[in-house]
């Protein structure tokens, strides 16, 4: 920061000026623009676009090194594969906007980032359902209620769930049509939930793209935390997307794409091969469970 302020100070009046004068200029082509909105937004990036410009003195080398990588994020993308939305997560930009759009409301459950692997018309598991579908893991019990802000339960909400498998692999990164470690369910008459997963495991996110290169590039790690992907839906509730974090996990602190709340963390007790299930299920070996109660928002007026 100390070096930004010498380097704003070594500009003459003169320099400054002529800075000064192409905003004026790029802010004064949208007066016209007739959205308000579009209008802001407009104003905002180049506003803040220009003073990050000047901030760091960008050389025009810099500025097509950025061209480049971002005409190499866009080149990868395509309706199965997002490297720009992989970008605004790794810089924290899908965590920003989440934060700003699910103000804190009571005790709502806290959100987090919708990642690229959700499918919609996951098949649905009947209470106490399994949604792993032969996925490879660990059993794991879930269980909790969904209520609302004051209490109250929340009957008949409903429940995604997607996760990877112990391989690091959601069923849509495999090459065959394989449905599997994804489904939802719906609360029962008191708020009531719960249904078979496998225990979450740490997984990469994509990386082998422009986006795994900066990473490499500033020494960040792709990895995140271990986590189970839900999505909680209710007619007059603000709709959920978040996740359960698993307690002791190392990378909870360096998750690559800032997901992690304290508040989402939960322990996966491991049940030793032969402890009976909650439901009678008869399991191999090691299983694990955990318990996670969800607190809905109202809609927003
Ligand atoms: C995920 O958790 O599935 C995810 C989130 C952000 C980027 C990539 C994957
Ligand atoms: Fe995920």
Redesign the pocket.
């Known amino acids: 920061m100390s070096e930004q302020i010498s380097r704003a100070a070594e500009i003459s009046a003169e320099q400054r000026a002529r800075e000064d004068d192409v905003v004026a200029r790029v802010l004064a082509s949208f007066d016209g623009c007739a959205d308000p909105r579009r209008k802001e937004l407009l104003r905002g990036v180049v506003t803040h676009l220009h003073a990050f410009l000047r901030d760091v003195r960008l050389t025009e080398e810099e500025w097509a090194a950025g061209i480049a990588f971002l005409t190499a994020v866009g080149h990868l993308t395509d309706d199965r594969r997002q490297e720009f939305i992989l970008l605004s997560d790794t810089l924290g930009a899908s965590m920003q906007t989440i934060a700003i759009n699910n103000e804190a409301v009571g005790d709502a459950t806290e959100a987090t980032v919708f990642?690229p692997?959700f499918v919609e018309g996951s098949p649905e598991v009947g209470r106490g359902g399994d949604i792993a579908h032969g996925a490879a893991g660990e059993p794991c019990w879930v269980e909790g209620t969904v209520r609302d802000v004051d209490g109250r339960p929340v009957p008949g909400a409903r429940i995604e769930v997607w996760?990877?498998d112990d391989d690091g692999f959601?069923d849509v990164q495999y090459a065959d049509d394989r449905t599997a470690a994804r489904g939802h369910l719906f609360s029962d008459r008191d708020g009531s939930y719960r249904f078979w997963a496998i225990t979450p495991t740490p997984y990469p996110i994509p990386h082998d793209g422009p986006v795994g290169q900066m990473l490499e590039a500033t020494g960040r790690s792709p990895m995140?935390a271990a986590?189970l992907?839900l999505m909680v839906r209710a007619p007059g509730y603000r709709t959920l997307v978040t996740h359960i974090f698993v307690r002791g996990d190392e990378l909870l602190a360096s998750d690559a794409v800032f997901g992690v709340k304290e508040s989402l963390v939960r322990d996966f007790e491991r049940q030793g091969a032969g402890t009976p299930t909650p439901d009678g299920r008869s399991i191999d070996g090691t299983w694990s469970r955990t318990s996670f109660d969800i607190v809905l928002a109202p809609a927003p007026a």
Do not use: K, N, T
Request: charged share 25%.
């Open positions: 990642g692997f996760e990877a959601y995140r986590h992907h």
